[in-house]
């Protein structure tokens, strides 16, 4: 099993930056060669991808709206991946949920992640 765990929310002002953390867990956890990714859903609407990275951080992909705000990177010694969040807007306001998946490159699709977190609230106010 994984575990995953997401730290780092909160409730920000437009323009602040926030730092989320995912620590993994688990007997058949690898970072080395598990693909992992960030995800959010914000109230009213469908979850969808933030931003992935590959296992060894060879390849990352963000979707358009964070693209040049947000950066996400990974620690594999540490088993924990980051999401660096700045200039944050209101729009970024959601529920933020960490996921991994048995497969080193990139995914954008929740249905390729196996494992997920219990995600960590991020309220942007204007």
């Known amino acids: 099993q994984v575990q995953l765990v997401e730290s780092g929310g909160g409730l920000v002002q437009a323009g602040d930056s926030l730092r989320l953390s995912c620590a993994a867990s688990g007997q058949t956890f690898s970072s080395y060669s598990m693909g992992m990714g960030w995800f959010r859903q914000a109230p009213g609407k469908t979850r969808e991808i933030v931003a992935a990275?590959?296992?060894?951080?060879?390849?990352?992909y963000y979707t358009d709206s964070v693209k040049g705000r947000f950066t996400i990177s990974r620690d594999n010694a540490k088993n924990r991946m980051y999401l660096q969040m700045n200039n944050l807007k209101p729009e970024d306001t959601a529920v933020y949920y960490c996921?991994?998946?048995?497969?080193?490159?990139?995914?954008?699709?929740?249905?390729?992640?196996?494992?997920w977190g219990q995600g960590t609230q991020v309220i942007v106010s204007s």
């Open positions: 996921a991994a998946r048995p497969s080193s490159n990139v995914a954008t699709h929740g249905s390729e992640f196996h494992y």
């Open positions: 990275i590959s296992s060894l951080s060879a390849n990352t």
